[in-house]
């Protein structure tokens, strides 16, 4: 797969990736595995929301409202994205990942978000309807109509909460493998790429030529990524 590269103006967006405090060269780059990469992670962070709901609901088990019933539908709903997608083209999860034994729970709640809480097709909802009669044939007549009443599923009981829990716990570590896989893949690409052509991008003879920051040794990893308002990004990697 190509990897689309597009380098950053050193000069105008210095801060853009700091290298131990230091300001480096910086590149964006895009590919097949970095659009994987991030499916996955939209799918994990979605699960862990998943996870957030279902704490919240158990933990107000006995204390029915219309908030845990908002988060019920937030609940169904991200489950359910993960598993969709309107064009084809978003990383998705597949009923095959659900291990056998939450087979039955992930299509009910699959179901129920098919049939009540996405779509409006009656499922779930019901009303209880009655009226009623003199008890004696002698005297026949109607004595009331009672409205319609309306009722509908309110919530998700305990034993399917607990098994959602679960699913979302297993599906949280296969993105997270998915993800590793897609970055080993991305790093590859990077290190096989021709340094003297990746250099060319900064060729600018307003660059200071003198500007040869030392770095402390050891290992670094990303320690803070911050989107700023203006849309601009600081991507700070330290020890």
Partial sequence: MTLKLTPIDFIKNKNVLLFDGKPIFALRYEC?????????????????????????LKENEKNPSTITWAVTTALIIT????????????????????????????NRVMAFRN???????????????????????????????????????????????????????????????KMEKCFQEIVKKIHNLNLDELYENFADENLDQNYFPRFTPGEYKLHEFTLHPDTSVTVNVKQ
């Fill in 32 to 56: 097949h595995h970095s659009k994987g990469y991030r499916g996955w992670d939209s799918i994990r962070s979605d699960l862990q929301k998943c996870s957030d709901c279902i704490d919240f």
């Fill in 115 to 177: 049939r009540y809480i996405a779509h409006a097709s009656g499922a779930g909802e019901a009303s209880y309807n009655i009226f009623g009669l003199y008890p004696n044939k002698k005297c026949k007549q109607i004595l009331t109509i009672a409205a319609p009443h309306y009722f509908r599923l309110s919530g998700i009981g305990p034993e399917n909460l607990n098994d959602l829990k679960s699913i979302s716990e297993y599906l949280q570590k296969k993105c997270k493998t």
């Fill in 79 to 106: 489950y359910g994205r993960c598993f969709t997608s309107t064009d084809g083209n978003r990383t998705q999860l597949e009923q095959s990942d659900i291990p056998a034994e939450y087979l039955e729970t992930h």
